[in-house]
């Protein structure tokens, strides 16, 4: 079992950054695969970014490549992401999300693991 906590959201200006973190709880955090999401009022959770069990293989939507950055350090059971250059747009509740696979997945529904979100919301 494993519990997930994020923290570091916020309400930032356009243009400027914030860092997410998702701290876990139980023995097997560094096998899991870790994706980040978001969810805006009204529409579906998103695929933000994912990260594999050892933090070598990453991803990101289209609509955060070259801003938010994903990492993860097993030592202290966490999980990052680095977002620069926030837009209005990116305004959202985030979350964490742990996989069993090692592995990051782009749909939510294969995922284990959640938190409960940290709130987002960048001001124009």
């Known amino acids: 079992q494993v519990q997930l906590v994020e923290s570091g959201g916020g309400l930032v200006q356009a243009g400027g950054s914030l860092r997410l973190s998702c701290a876990a709880s139980g023995r097997s955090f560094s096998r899991y695969g870790m994706g980040w999401f978001r969810q805006a009022p009204g529409k579906e959770r998103e695929f933000v970014a994912g990260v594999s069990w050892n933090g070598d293989s990453t991803y990101y939507a289209d609509s955060v490549k070259g801003r938010f950055t994903a990492s993860r350090d097993n030592s202290k059971k966490t999980a990052n992401l680095q977002m620069n250059n926030l837009k209005p747009e990116d305004t959202a509740r985030y979350y964490c999300?742990?996989?069993?696979?090692?592995?990051?997945?782009?749909?939510?529904?294969?995922?284990?693991?959640w938190g409960q979100g940290t709130q987002v919301t960048v001001s124009s």
């Open positions: 999300a742990a996989d069993k696979t090692s592995t990051w997945y782009s749909n939510p529904h294969e995922y284990d693991y």
